[in-house]
């Protein structure tokens, strides 16, 4: 098939390097001339293990095609997919004009064959209905399109195996045409297909976000409560979770939960909920819980600070990723700054993307042991595996103090007490 993929983060370009690989024919659709031709080029942009590859591979092949021409890629194109951002607003609501500017601009170049338009960006309910009257309203007269939702649920870090390997593919629609181009499309995944209504595919992707920030802001709720009793948070949850019903996946205590997904989904959950006059506190207090869990481990950090000088592991929101955004570490790199500590940090991808907010405010070390160097306490925000099984006996050398403040729970507490260090962890 030929399809059209209009963005090129982490759902755009992860989705046309699967779908290329697949033998199809995939133009991406961007709008900055010197990204794409670093895409054209073989240049990802963004950090995602095995992405580069599978890039280099479909480009060779001639399978992947990046432009600005929206007229060369949509003509052509069986399928096209609506992949760009929906940041929240200051409210919370998702603000969705990148996805009606994007269906204007798709309706304009809609040729006479039937064409598919399905938005994987995440959207509120009702969206995909105002797409298709955007459409309608600027396409030809001859044009034949169909809107259809499929949303994603690739998690960043392991977006391919996570695209190759979905637990699930979701197709709404009330075109039953359009159902079958995409489940032909999707015909080489082996994952269960759940075909249904718009409205339902678009609630499928928030509700599946606002359990999974659930299950973490539970684990931090539970903590709290093991750090004013003595309890071991991760025994309790250990427990748990061996309950079949719970399960301890997604039951991490510590930093809080970031990126680009849950944070902005809850609140734009919220949002739709009071649209809709829906009482949404349990989806508030969710949202508090993981703002307190930031504010708690500060006041950790503040309360028994051993000096000014910091070092930071981990800046990006979770592993084998190089985002930052609604990342813990800017939140505790700006109060730490506040109150007049000297910062250095280190993080295997994330760098580069920090040092566009904060620039000279901190410095930048190239391995976990130069950001330790004289610092009076050691300050872990994402568990990457390198800092797993980092050298502690060298760790507490190159320290001035040797102090730990992990926001991950990475260490064992009693191997940490027996090597010296004073250990600060979450709910134990």
């Known amino acids: 098939m030929t399809l059209t993929i209009v963005g090129h983060g982490y759902v755009g370009l992860v989705s046309a390097c699967v779908f290329s690989d697949f033998g199809n024919q995939t133009y991406v659709i961007g709008r900055n001339q010197e990204k794409i031709n670093r895409l054209k080029k073989g240049d990802p942009i963004i950090f995602e293990p095995g992405l580069k590859e599978l890039l280099e591979r479909n480009l060779k092949a001639g399978r992947l095609h990046f432009t600005l021409d929206y007229q060369e890629a949509i003509s052509k194109s069986e399928v096209v997919f609506i992949t760009v951002g929906t940041p929240p607003k200051n409210s919370g609501e998702a603000d969705l004009s990148g996805v009606f500017s994007v269906a204007k601009n798709i309706a304009k170049n809609l040729g006479s064959h039937f064409t598919v338009v399905s938005c994987k960006s995440t959207v509120p309910v009702g969206t995909n209905k105002k797409v298709a009257e955007i459409i309608k309203k600027h396409a030809p007269k001859k044009a034949q399109f169909a809107v259809a939702s499929c949303p994603e649920f690739l998690r960043e870090g392991s977006a391919i195996i996570d695209t190759l390997n ?32 718009l409205a339902s595919a678009e609630l499928i992707k928030y509700a599946a976000n606002a359990i999974l920030a659930t299950k973490i802001s539970f684990s931090n709720l539970i903590a709290f409560f093991c750090e004013k009793t003595g309890a071991d948070v991760e025994k309790v949850l250990d427990a748990v979770g061996l309950d079949k019903r719970i ?3 997604f039951m991490n205590p510590g930093v809080g939960y970031g990126g680009s997904c849950l944070p902005k989904d809850v609140l734009a959950l919220i949002d739709t909920g009071k649209k809709l006059k829906i009482d949404t506190s349990f989806l508030e207090a969710v949202d508090k819980v993981n703002y307190q869990a930031k504010e708690n481990f500060l006041q950790k950090i503040l ?3 051993h000096g000014k000088n910091v070092a930071i592991l981990g800046l990006s929101f979770k592993p084998n990723t190089d985002d930052i955004r609604f990342a813990p570490s800017i939140f505790v790199i700006e109060n730490l700054l506040k109150n007049g500590f000297k910062i250095k940090v280190f993080d295997p991808a994330a760098m580069k993307n920090i040092k566009k907010i904060f620039g000279k405010k901190i410095e930048y070390a190239q391995s976990p042991y130069e950001a330790a160097k004289d610092a009076d306490q050691l300050i872990i925000l994402t568990d990457w595996n390198e800092f797993k099984q980092i050298d502690l006996k060298k760790l507490k050398k190159i320290l001035r103090k040797p102090v730990i403040f992990d926001g991950r729970n990475i260490y064992d507490p009693l191997t940490l007490k027996n090597l010296g260090f004073k250990y600060f962890s979450v709910g134990r």
Do not use: C, M, Y
């Not at 009330?174 to 994952?191: C, D, G, R, T, Y």
């Open 247 to 249: 399960g301890r996946i």
């Open 166 to 197: 979905a637990d699930r593919i979701v197709i709404g629609s009330s075109s039953k045409k359009a159902i079958e181009v995409l489940l032909k499309l999707h015909q080489p995944f082996s994952s269960k297909k759940i075909i249904t209504d």
């Open 303 to 305: 309360k028994n600070t």
